[in-house]
C-alpha cells in the first residue's frame, strides 16, 4: 500500500465502500472506518444535517438509509494528499436521486477517519449554468411573446396576489437573500419579506463605524463573487449597497417594508398562512414551505434593570445605536464587552465622548490580524487562493471537521494566539480586563458555534481599553439605573447621558411566539448552539447547530441565517430540502434532533 | 532546434530578443521578425494602439522608441503550443515604466510572425487587488475619521463641485461604464454623464424585443463577471439592469439625467470646459481630460426623404423606436435591412402588425448559431473555458490577430457558413432578399469593424422574410414620402401609417460639431473603420480602428465605445493612457494617425 499514490489508496477505499454499499454489505463497509470515525452528511443519505460519530452510529444510518439512497459512482477528483499519515481526498458520487461531493480523511491504517458528503443537485433538478443556461433570446420568433422585461414585470405585480410563492422567507438580510438566489436558481417560487425599506439597510442602519469581522474571503455570496478590490473587511455601508445590487441581478421577489404580523400553518390546505403589512397593506400569503431568517443575532436581549424607566438620556439596544453624532460632549455607559460594546465604544471615543465600558463576565478577545493568520487564513485568505482554495473548496474542508472533535483543532491555534499577543493581553488585564479564551481554551470559533457571544475579534479598541481611553468598570452589573446615572453592583455610580445595552441577542425561536404561537416556539425549540455543556450552550451533545438548515420539529418550518459564510454554504442545503419537498421526492429523514430546550 | 520544446523555443528567442533590445541591437532585434510580420502594441512601446506591418515599420518604431521604453524580463508564461508549424506562447516583459503581457507567434523558420505588446500597469499605480487590496476596517482608532458611507456621500456632493474630476466622459453606455470602473481602480477622479436617468436606460428605451446579438462569454465587463446562469443572449432590460448595478458596485459618479450642451477647452487653466445640464440645473465641468463615449451606434442617421414633412404616420429613427404595441393592426414600413430593422421587423410581425421591410442594398446574414460555433466559439464559448481560454485569454487572442490580415482568417469561417446554411440563404434569395459576405468574403466581423453596418445576425427573422410573413422589397429605396404611403423607386407605392428608419448611424465625431465646434469635428476626423478601401471605409490604410481608444489629433480629448467586447478590453488600455498623463509621467506618442476623412 505505502508504494501507491495517495489519489489509488483513496480511489481503493471508495472503490471497496463502493463495492459494499452495492450489495447493501453494512457491516463490510462500516469495517472501513476506524473505531475513531465520524460521517458527516449534509442531506445526501439523511435528509438531514447530522453526524454519525462513530461505527455504531455509522451502522445504524446505513441500516435505515442505505436501500432508499443506494448511492454509487464514488470517484477521487483531483489528487489526494497525504500529510503527516492522513490522506486527504475529494470525491464525487450519486444516490438514487442527487449528486454529491465528498471530502475523505484516512488514517495510515488505510480505515477511514472522518467522511463528508454533500448534496450538490438533485437528478432532473439541475440549476440552469454554464452550457445549460438559457439562451435568453428566443431564436425564431413567435406571435405574442414576452420580453424577459414583460415576464419580469408581471411575476412583481402577480408574486404574492393572484400567484402564491411556494417558500416564503420571513427576513431579508444576508440568508433571507442568500437563500432565495438559490432557489431562484431552483425554479422555487419565493418571497422574501423585510421590514426594512431596502435590501442591505439591516446591515446600513447599525453603527456608523461598523465594518464586517470576518474577511472578504469568507464573506462571498453564492454565484456572484466580490470584486477582486473589495475591502477586507466590508464597511457596513458598502456590504448593504452589495446586498442591494445582489437582490436585483438575482432577480429576487423581495418585498421591503413588510413585516410579517402573523402565521398559522393551514393543515387543510397544506399552505402556511403568513399575514403581511407591505407598506401599510396587509396581504395574505399561503406558501407551502415557510423559512425564518430572522437573523441568528436578530432578537435583542434587554436586560430589565431596576430604575431603567427613569433615566432622562437615551438608552437603547446597540442593534439600535445610531453611531456618536447624537452624543458628542455626554457621558455615555455601554453595558457588555463583546463585538458591539467594543466598537460602539471605540467610535464613541472617536468622537470625544465620555465613554465607560461595563464588563460583567470574561471576554474572549481575538486581534484580527491573528485570527485571519492563525484560524481562517488556511482557507480564506489570498494564500489559500494560491493554493487552490477557493471558497468552495474552504467551505467544504470547514464543513468537514467533526463538530465534537472541532475544538481540539482550535486549541493549539489559540494557544499560539496567546503567545502572539503575549503583550496585548497582559496589558489589557492590566487595565483589569477579564479574559478568557473559552471553557476548554477553543477561542473564538468555537464560542461563535456554542453560544454566538463572549468575544470581541479586536480591530483597534483593545488599545483603546488598554490604555484607558476607554473607561472600564469590570466583574461588575448595573444595580439600579438612576435619572442621570446608573450605579453599579460594587455600589460606584457612573454619570451617564447614553445607555447602550451591548447585551446580545436571544435564541430565534423567540420570534416565533409572537409571529405563530408560543407552543410553536417550545416546539421548535432553542435555535443554535451544539450541546457542548459550555456556558450558554447546555447538554445532551447534539453534534450539529440546534435546528439551523434542517427539519425542524414543526412540519413545513425552517431556520436560516448565520455569517455570511453559512448563509452562503448552508443555503444550499436548505434550498435543496426545499425543492426536494415541493418536487414531491419522498424525503425520509434520519436523525431527526429533539428539542431539548426551548430557549 | 526541432527536439526542444515549443516553450523553450519561445523562450529562447524571447532571450535573444531581450538580449537585442538590452543592448540596443535594432537590427539584431529586427533580424528575429520573418519577412512576413506584424508587432501589434497597445501603449507599452508606443503610447498609442497601433501595428507595425513590416521588418522597416519594426526598424523605424524601435529606434524612435527603445531608449525611452527599455523593455526587460521577458519571460514565457505558461506552455507554448506549436499547431500547424505555428509556435504560440504567452509571455510577461516589462518597461521601464509598466509591466505587460504579450502572445508571439513563431513560425517553423523560427522567426516571429505576430508580436502583440500590451500594458497591464503602470510601476507605482498598480490596481489594489488581491492581497494589495484595502483593509475597509481601519484597525486602530483615531479621532474624527470618517466611515465609507460618509466619505462615499461626501464625494457624490463635492465631485463637480467644490472638487474637480480629473476626467468627464460624456456618455453613460457600457464604453463610459466600463471605463468608469478602470478609471475608478486607478484611483482617478471621474464623472460620467449620461442623458438617460438610469444606467443601463440606453438599452431599456429600444425596441421590446432586443437582446444581444453577442452572447455572454464575449460580454463581460471588466472585474464582474456574469454569473454562470447568465443567458446566453441578454435581453435588453436585464443586460440595462446589469449596467445598473455594476455602476453602484463600481462606485461610479454617474450623472443621469444630465446632458452635454457645450464645451471648450481653456488653454490657459489646462483643462476643459464642460457645460451640463443636470437635470435641470446648469454645471460647468472641469476636466483635464475629456472622453466622448456616445456610442458608435448613437449619431443616428436619417435619410432626408422628399415630403417627409407630409407624412401623419408615425416616423422615427429605429433608435426610438418603442416596439410594435402603438401600431397594432397598422401598416409598417421599415427603411434598412441589418440587425435593427430585421428585428424590428420580427416584433413588428409577432405583434400582427402588417410589415414591409425596404432593402436598399445587399446584406450580410449570419445564422446565430453557426455563427457563434464557427466564429466565436473559440475563443468565447462553454468549450473555450473548458479548453482554459477565459475572456481575459479569448481577448489577447482576438487583440493579437494584426487588422491586416484578418480577413484572411475569416473568409475560410464564411466559406463554411455559407456551406452550411445554403439552405437558409437560397430561400432568402428566392424571396428576392439580396445577400453578400462583404466586399471580399470576410463576413460579419470584418464588416463591423470597416463599416459598423450590413450585416444581420439571425435570430430569427430570416425566416420571416424567407416565408414572406416579413414582406419585402429589395433593390429599392424610398423616393417620396406621402401622406399615408411610401413611392419606391421602382414607382410602386407602399401603405404606410409607420416608417421605422432603420438606416444606421454617422461617425462619432459628428457629435462634436455641435458639442464643441464643426472645425473640432474635423481636426478630430472619422471614427472607426480600418481604411480598407471597401464599401464605406474608404483608404488608406489605417492599421487600427480609427480614432478609437487612443490619442487624437485633438489634445486631450479621447474616443471611447464598441460593443460590450471592445467596452470592456480597450478600457484598459484608454484608461492607462489617461492615468499616466494625469500622473505625469511622459507619454511620447508613436505613430499617430493622420486624419484622411471628415465623416
Known amino acids: ?154 411575476e412583481l405585480a402577480t408574486m404574492g396576489y393572484s400567484q402564491q410563492p411556494d417558500v416564503v422567507v420571513i427576513g431579508g438580510g444576508q440568508g433571507g437573500i442568500a437563500l432565495g438566489a438559490r432557489l431562484r436558481r431552483l425554479d422555487v417560487s419565493t418571497i422574501i419579506v423585510e421590514k426594512n425599506a431596502r435590501a442591505g439597510d439591516s446591515w446600513r442602519r447599525r453603527y456608523k463605524s461598523l465594518c464586517l469581522h470576518d474577511p472578504v474571503w469568507y464573506d462571498h455570496l453564492p454565484y456572484l463573487n466580490f470584486p477582486d478590490d473589495w475591502p477586507v473587511f466590508s464597511p457596513k455601508d458598502k456590504i448593504g449597497d452589495w446586498l442591494e445590487a445582489y437582490t436585483k441581478i438575482m432577480e429576487l421577489n423581495y418585498w421591503g417594508s413588510t413585516t410579517a404580523t402573523h402565521c398559522r400553518y393551514d393543515e387543510g390546505a397544506g399552505r402556511w398562512e403568513v399575514v403581511v403589512d407591505r407598506a401599510g397593506q396587509a396581504v395574505t400569503l ?11 443575532s436578530g432578537y435583542a436581549n434587554v436586560p430589565k434593570i431596576a430604575g431603567a424607566e427613569t433615566f432622562v438620556g437615551d438608552q437603547h439596544h446597540s442593534s439600535k445605536h445610531p453611531g456618536p453624532e447624537p452624543y458628542l460632549g455626554k457621558k455615555a455607559v455601554v453595558l457588555g464587552s463583546n463585538n458591539s460594546a467594543h466598537d460602539i465604544c471605540a467610535a464613541l471615543w472617536e468622537a470625544g465622548v465620555d465613554v465607560t465600558m461595563v464588563q460583567r463576565s470574561s471576554t474572549h478577545i481575538a486581534p484580527s490580524k491573528a485570527l485571519m493568520e492563525l484560524a481562517l487564513g488556511g482557507l480564506y485568505s489570498e494564500q489559500a487562493l494560491k493554493a487552490g482554495i477557493d471558497h468552495h473548496k474552504g467551505d467544504l474542508i470547514f464543513a468537514s471537521v467533526p463538530y465534537k472533535i472541532m475544538h481540539s483543532f482550535h486549541i493549539p491555534v489559540y494557544e499560539e494566539m496567546k503567545r502572539r499577543e503575549a503583550e496585548l493581553y497582559g496589558r489589557l488585564e492590566k487595565a483589569g480586563f477579564m479574559l478568557d479564551f473559552g471553557a476548554d481554551g477553543s477561542g473564538l470559533f468555537m464560542k461563535y458555534l456554542r453560544r454566538g457571544s463572549g468575544y470581541y475579534i479586536d480591530v483597534g479598541a483593545c488599545e483603546l481599553v488598554a490604555n484607558g481611553s476607554i473607561k472600564l468598570k469590570s466583574n461588575v452589573n448595573i444595580e439600579r439605573i438612576n435619572p442621570k446615572s446608573v450605579t453599579l453592583t460594587d455600589g460606584s455610580e457612573l454619570p451617564a447621558d447614553l445607555l447602550v445595552y451591548a447585551t446580545g441577542y436571544g435564541s430565534m425561536n423567540r420570534w416565533l411566539a409572537d409571529l405563530i404561537s408560543p407552543a410553536t416556539a417550545d416546539q421548535l425549540g432553542k435555535v ?72
Not at 84 to 110: H, M, N, Y
Not at 286 to 296: D, H, N, Q, S, T
Open 286 to 296: 399561503r406558501p407551502k414551505e415557510l423559512v425564518i431568517a430572522l437573523g441568528v
Open 1 to 154: 500500500m505505502s508504494t501507491s499514490t495517495p489519489t489509488a489508496q483513496a480511489q481503493a477505499w471508495l472503490d471497496r465502500f463502493d463495492a459494499a454499499l452495492q450489495r447493501r454489505d453494512i457491516a463490510a463497509a462500516v469495517a472501513l472506518f476506524g473505531p475513531d470515525c465520524y460521517w458527516r452528511d449534509l442531506v445526501s443519505f439523511t435528509w438531514n444535517i447530522c453526524t454519525q460519530e462513530s461505527p455504531a452510529q455509522i451502522r445504524a444510518m446505513l441500516a435505515a438509509r442505505l436501500d432508499d439512497v443506494a448511492p454509487s459512482n464514488w470517484r477521487v477528483t483531483g489528487d489526494a494528499t497525504t500529510t503527516d499519515g492522513v490522506t486527504e481526498a475529494w470525491f464525487s458520487f450519486e444516490t438514487r436521486v442527487s449528486r454529491g461531493k465528498g471530502l475523505l480523511r484516512l488514517k495510515d491504517d488505510g480505515l477511514a477517519w472522518t467522511l463528508l458528503t454533500t448534496m450538490v443537485e438533485l437528478k432532473g433538478f439541475e440549476e440552469k449554468t454554464g452550457e445549460h443556461r438559457v439562451a435568453g433570446a428566443e431564436h425564431g420568433v413567435h406571435k405574442g411573446r414576452k420580453s424577459w422585461g414583460e415576464q419580469r414585470a408581471e
Open 528 to 599: 443554535w448552539g451544539l450541546g457542548s455543556d459550555t456556558p450558554k450552550d447546555p447538554g445532551p451533545w447534539e453534534g450539529e447547530l440546534r435546528n439551523m438548515w434542517k427539519p425542524t420539529q414543526v412540519p413545513h418550518l425552517w431556520v436560516h441565517g448565520g455569517n455570511l459564510h453559512q448563509s452562503r454554504h448552508y443555503s444550499q442545503f436548505l434550498s435543496l430540502q426545499l425543492k426536494a419537498r415541493l418536487a414531491g421526492l419522498p424525503t425520509p429523514v434520519y436523525g431527526q434532533a429533539a428539542v431539548h430546550h426551548t430557549s
